[in-house]
């Protein structure tokens, strides 16, 4: 196929303003990513669109596995509100309310912010 050009699972995209810290989670548009390697603003750096990792979640409520999962952008943490936020993927294990961290499946498609 002529026209095929990669993969999706990672994809290249360019640091925002501040760059990028490799784990570190990051909504560019209504993408959202986590960066594999550390790279400064402006750079390219490779992004994790889909699979299944770790990431910072809001303290102060549960999820339970399957779970819908929102990226707070003013937070910096995933979060079972969907108002205002950004869908990402799903729980694919509990977490506590006192959890500083869940584990989450990255759904790999752009989802528009709930109103």
Do not use: C, H
Not at 7 to 35: C, R
């Amino acid at each position: 196929m002529k026209n095929f050009v990669q993969e999706d699972e990672v994809v290249e995209l360019t640091a925002p303003v501040g760059g990028v810290v490799s784990g570190g989670a990051y909504q560019i548009g209504q993408l959202f990513v986590v960066a594999v390697a550390s790279a400064p603003a402006g750079s390219k750096f490779s992004a994790l669109t889909e699979g299944v990792t770790n990431l910072p979640k809001a303290t102060g409520s549960a999820w339970a596995e399957g779970s819908l999962l929102y990226w707070d952008s003013t937070a910096n943490n995933l979060t079972i509100t969907a108002t205002g936020n950004l869908l990402v993927g799903v729980a694919v294990s509990p977490a506590a309310s006192a959890a500083a961290t869940g584990r989450v499946r990255l759904n790999g498609v752009a989802r528009p912010q709930e109103p």
